[in-house]
């Protein structure tokens, strides 16, 4: 079992760590993404490229990776699809290509909430979506549906799980500290806003 988990934590890493972004505007003849805006390579930074279909595309295949980890992994035993959603999520923070510098890991949290817990991700979209309407900020959407999502998984999962979303969603904050300190200060950038 031990080394079941092992496996399906690499097998999620190696899945989550495929920088979509990167590759997506690479080939759109757009340049690096990590040279523009925050330097991330996720779906927000996409954005500030002005092309919403490639945000969006990188949106889609950031969750779809994490979900995609957790429902392969998952067939074989349940424990594996945390293991490896966890794994994914930690992939496209960290990715071995990049230099171990990835995305801010929002989309393939949201992909990995899907794969195991998919009515919170509605929770999660519904939250997102109505601070992202009220104040124009990604970020500030992303953090407060962490400190949702936690709470919905262990009224409307299971506590293991719920666990596991307490984990990322303390990386998330971790990952968003930056965005905290320009959000306090009233020099986020916000949504639409290009590079």
Do not use: C
């Not at 097998?11 to 505007?25: A, C, Q, V, W």
């Not at 900020?137 to 666990?163: D, K, Q």
Request: aromatic share 12%; no cysteine.
């Amino acid at each position: 079992m031990t080394y079941g988990l092992i496996v399906a934590l690499v097998f999620g890493y190696l899945l989550g760590s495929i920088p979509f972004g990167l590759l997506i505007t690479r080939a759109a003849g757009l340049g690096d993404v990590r040279k523009i805006g925050s330097g991330n390579i996720g779906a927000t930074n996409v954005l500030r490229t002005g092309n919403k279909g490639l945000a969006a595309a990188t949106l889609v295949l950031d969750a779809l990776k994490g979900t995609a980890a957790v429902l392969i992994a998952g067939h074989y035993a349940p424990e594996f699809g945390l293991w490896a959603g966890l794994g994914a999520f930690l992939g496209h923070l960290f990715p071995v290509w990049l230099g171990f510098k990835g995305g801010k890991g929002v989309a393939t949290y949201l992909g990995v909430l899907i794969g195991l817990a998919w009515q919170v991700a509605l929770v999660f979209a519904v939250v997102w979506l109505a601070v992202a309407f009220l104040f124009r900020y990604s970020s500030l959407a992303a953090l407060i549906a962490a400190i949702v999502v936690p709470i919905a998984v262990y009224f409307l999962s299971t506590p293991r799980i719920a666990g596991l979303f307490v984990v990322m969603s303390i990386v998330v904050f971790i990952k968003h500290r930056a965005n905290i300190s320009r959000l306090l200060a009233g020099t986020e950038g916000k949504i639409g806003a290009k590079g």
